[in-house]
């Protein structure tokens, strides 16, 4: 009886798994490609920012060297500053503004994921 039942159970595994394999109108099905939506500006801020504070913190974990922090680092500032600057067509914003800017937000982000013990320890 338990040979029986042992059977049918390999039976039904090989079923299973073989019939997708064996499936004749497997390669009529149709994926549909994702749309290339272009993202909006406080998304494309969002992964800019959130990139900064991930190198910031492999940094501080000692996951990355200071060359690669500082390449790193250099590279998404840049990419910060650009979309600032396509964000900010204001007349009279200088680079050094938008830098400024930049610094501001990130020191902002540091300190809310830092939480509210970064304030007392300085």
């Given at each position: 009886?338990e040979?029986?039942?042992?059977?049918?159970m390999?039976a039904g595994?090989?079923?299973?798994?073989?019939?997708?394999?064996?499936?004749?109108?497997?390669?009529?099905?149709?994926?549909?490609?994702a749309?290339?939506?272009?993202?909006?500006?406080?998304?494309?801020?969002?992964?800019?920012?959130?990139?900064?504070?991930?190198?910031?913190?492999?940094?501080?974990?000692?996951?990355?060297?200071?060359?690669?922090?500082q390449?790193?680092?250099?590279?998404?500032?840049?990419?910060?500053?650009?979309?600032?600057?396509?964000?900010?067509k204001?007349?009279?914003?200088?680079?050094?503004?938008?830098?400024?800017?930049?610094?501001?937000?990130?020191?902002?982000?540091?300190?809310?994921?830092?939480?509210?013990?970064?304030n007392?320890?300085?």
């Amino acid at each position: 009886m338990e040979l029986v039942i042992g059977l049918i159970m390999i039976a039904g595994a090989i079923a299973i798994i073989g019939y997708p394999l064996i499936q004749k109108d497997i390669h009529n099905l149709k994926v549909k490609p994702a749309k290339n939506i272009p993202l909006g500006y406080e998304q494309q801020k969002e992964i800019v920012m959130s990139s900064i504070g991930e190198i910031e913190f492999d940094f501080n974990m000692h996951k990355l060297t200071v060359d690669d922090y500082q390449e790193l680092k250099a590279l998404y500032k840049e990419k910060a500053v650009q979309l600032l600057k396509d964000h900010d067509k204001v007349s009279g914003v200088t680079e050094k503004d938008l830098l400024r800017k930049l610094e501001e937000e990130i020191e902002a982000d540091l300190k809310s994921l830092k939480g509210p013990d970064a304030n007392e320890k300085g």
